[in-house]
């Protein structure tokens, strides 16, 4: 046994010590899911620019094919394809707003993964926690495919395949394949599959349940195999136009507006057009498909033969396929759209497509404008069921239940959460910089200050770092310490 | 109190409502109500039913309440509401749900006709180790089970075998008894004195 295997063993305990309450055994679930043998053949690599804090240490880690941005720390963890994305990070002397307290922020945050395997997974945005401020921890956690650790410090969980935690706290959790948890702090839960939790306590709490039967044809995932169903099969078709861009080191650049950045692991295919102030992230894809102005197209993001009229939020792993998408309409994250060449999929202006929605339809799909939409919908009757307009959500005072989705709380918080949220995504990553006035402009000026990701992105260049290849320590990468 | 020992209050397991496991939930009620005919001399009748297996040895106890649980409805709906408790739903959003299922239930009668033949052993509680009580203990011992447990009574005991059933009621009166002849003197009208 080599010291990647023993460094394996070792997460897996820590975890299953922290789930033993849950009766939650890791072990048959990940030993196969992190290939040991890919993490001698794949590269790290990071992000360096004049816009981004540059802090790397990595101690005892495999890190294949990962990718790091601003300040993080990993020690005694396996990273497998997976990103770090610390570029909304907290800085000194912000502030952080919780309840009616205004908390300073005493040193730069830090992304900080200890004795942690994590799979394709993202992490990114920074702790919500207002114990943690300066330190957004991931310890004793497993994640696996293409779950994402969105603004959650963690200590002692378990995420399956597609799953999410957003602006959550978790301690010694179970979350299910294909759930999405918002719900500020949570601690010795097992959130069954297919779960959509949205809760703001004293204000409102969304629950929604995929029927599992149906969901499985998508995403399955049991203790013994890879995740499998057509979510998998999706992301499979199109992993070599990956393999591609990883192994070149030099790629033809594909030209964007000045405003707009793509990042140099996107695949893009023909006859894309991408507008002005336009933040595409590494891993995803594009083929055949418009950008309007202020989209952005996040991690595991797959755009296909679809148009995005502008300023859309394509949250983390949401996948657009055959679909017209009207302006100033949100897809959550790992949201799978679904229409066909002769049936399309037409979403109207200033929807919120709910985090994990699968809209696949046969048969030509319209989603009028200024709707929620939510959960698993193939046809009109879905659809009806799961979605309300906005305006209706916001007159709820009280509780709503619609077919296996349930309210209880006010539907006018609930939907402003979620606008407030939309617009600083929106803000954050330079959907509304103003490129006519950047000349000359001060720096720290309104204008200046517009500048989200799209802008900053551009000034970055990329750093690669290698494992052992052989030996006692094969897979594993020296300790590394990477500053300005 | 140390006046009363367990055995003195208790009622003989002979005049308690028994059935063999297997019996369904209408014979138990026959049985208590042959056993409330028979053996109750007071206004507080027997409401439970004890369930013995082939050597005559109690395996469960079937209350009032537990007739009541088995009858509510048990569909994959309810089950549904039940889940989402964890989820930190009010109580009031969890009832809400429940009465809206409940108003499209079916009428009593076809509830109970069905519920009738549900075996005991589906819904008897077992006795937990808090549920047992020597015959030869003394009553201030019964009433710190009863209260910590919350029971509504006691299986008393002689050495292996279940002799009896102590019940919260027959506590009760004894304790009130007690009060009653310990002296204590009424002192309603001593505040009123001190006003004046």
């Given at each position: 046994m080599n010291a990647l295997e023993k460094l394996f063993i070792r997460i897996v305990q820590r975890v299953n010590i922290n789930l033993r309450e849950l009766e939650f055994d890791a072990k048959p679930y990940v030993w196969d899911l992190i290939p040991k043998e890919q993490m001698k053949k794949f590269y790290a690599f990071y992000g360096i620019s004049p816009d981004h804090p540059l802090n790397l240490q990595f101690k005892n880690s495999g890190l294949a094919g990962s990718y790091f941005l601003g300040q993080c720390s990993v020690t005694n963890s396996l990273l497998y394809k997976t990103d770090v994305r610390g570029d909304e990070l907290k800085k000194k002397g912000d502030r952080f707003q919780f309840n009616n307290l205004n908390i300073p922020i005493s040193k730069d945050e830090e992304i900080v993964i200890e004795d942690s395997a994590m799979v394709k997974t993202l992490v990114h945005n920074y702790s919500h926690d207002p114990e943690t401020l300066e330190k957004f921890f991931i310890k004793d956690t497993i994640s696996t495919h293409y779950a994402n650790i969105h603004g959650s410090p963690s200590d002692g969980c378990f995420l399956g395949p597609f799953s999410t935690v957003d602006l959550t706290t978790m301690r010694d959790c179970v979350i299910g394949t294909f759930s999405y948890v918002q719900a500020g702090e949570i601690s010795h839960l097992n959130i069954d599959p297919g779960t959509v939790w949205v809760r703001s306590p004293g204000a409102f709490n969304f629950l929604y349940h995929y029927p599992i039967e149906q969901l499985n044809s998508y995403i399955y995932f049991k203790a013994g195999i890879q995740p499998q169903g057509k979510l998998i099969d999706f992301v499979e078709d199109r992993k070599e136009a990956f393999q591609r861009i990883f192994d070149l080191v030099n790629i033809d650049p594909v030209p964007v507006p000045d405003s707009s950045s793509l990042d140099r692991y996107a695949v893009v295919k023909p006859k894309t057009e991408i507008g002005e102030n336009v933040l595409i992230s590494q891993r995803a894809y594009l083929q055949n498909s418009t950008l309007g102005k202020g989209a952005n197209v996040q991690e595991n993001c797959y755009i296909i033969n679809?148009?995005?009229?502008?300023?859309n939020v394509t949250a983390h792993g949401a996948k657009i396929i055959e679909t017209n998408v009207g302006e100033n309409t949100f897809v959550g994250f790992n949201s799978f759209l679904r229409g066909q060449p002769e049936s399309r999929l037409t979403i109207g202006n200033v929807c919120i497509i709910m985090p994990h929605t699968i809209i696949d339809s046969r048969k030509p799909l319209t989603i009028p404008a200024g709707q929620i939409v939510w959960g698993l919908i193939t046809n009109e009757k879905d659809l009806k069921t799961n979605s309300i307009s906005i305006n209706a959500m916001s007159k709820i005072n009280t509780r709503l239940t619609k077919g296996n989705m349930f309210f209880e709380g006010n539907g006018e918080s609930f939907v402003s959460a979620f606008q407030h949220r939309i617009q600083h995504i929106l803000e954050a990553n330079g959907a509304f910089f103003n490129c006519t006035t950047k000349k000359g402009q001060q720096k720290g000026s309104n204008k200046e200050q517009q500048k989200g990701h799209a802008q900053k992105n551009q000034n970055m260049s990329i750093n690669t770092i290698q494992p052992?290849?052989?030996?006692?320590?094969?897979?594993l990468y020296p300790t590394i310490s990477i500053k300005p | 109190m140390d006046t009363y020992f367990i055995k003195d209050l208790m009622v003989p397991i002979s005049e308690y409502a028994t059935v063999p496991e297997g019996a369904t939930l209408f014979e138990a009620y026959l049985a208590l109500e042959n056993a409330q005919t028979a053996y109750?001399?007071?206004?507080?009748?027997?409401r439970a039913v004890l369930v013995l297996n082939k050597a005559n040895r109690v395996i469960g106890k079937v209350g009032q309440l537990d007739v009541l649980r088995a009858l509510e409805p048990k569909d994959a709906k309810f089950e549904q509401f039940e889940s989402i408790r964890k989820f930190q739903f009010s109580s009031q959003f969890i009832m809400n749900l429940h009465d809206q299922c409940l108003m499209q239930d079916k009428p009593l009668v076809d509830i109970c006709r069905k519920g009738g033949l549900i075996k005991v052993e589906e819904l008897m509680q077992t006795p937990t180790p808090g549920e047992f009580i020597e015959e030869d203990a003394s009553l201030n011992i019964a009433i710190h089970q009863l209260v910590r447990g919350s029971h509504m009574a006691l299986l008393v005991t002689s050495g292996k075998d279940i002799v009896g059933i102590l019940r919260l009621t027959d506590v009760f009166a004894a304790i009130f008894h007690t009060m009653k002849t310990c002296g204590i003197e009424m002192n309603v009208d001593q505040d009123s004195d001190k006003d004046t």
């Open positions: 679809s148009n995005l009229m502008g300023n052992y290849p052989r030996g006692k320590l094969e897979g | 109750d001399h007071n206004k507080y009748t027997h």
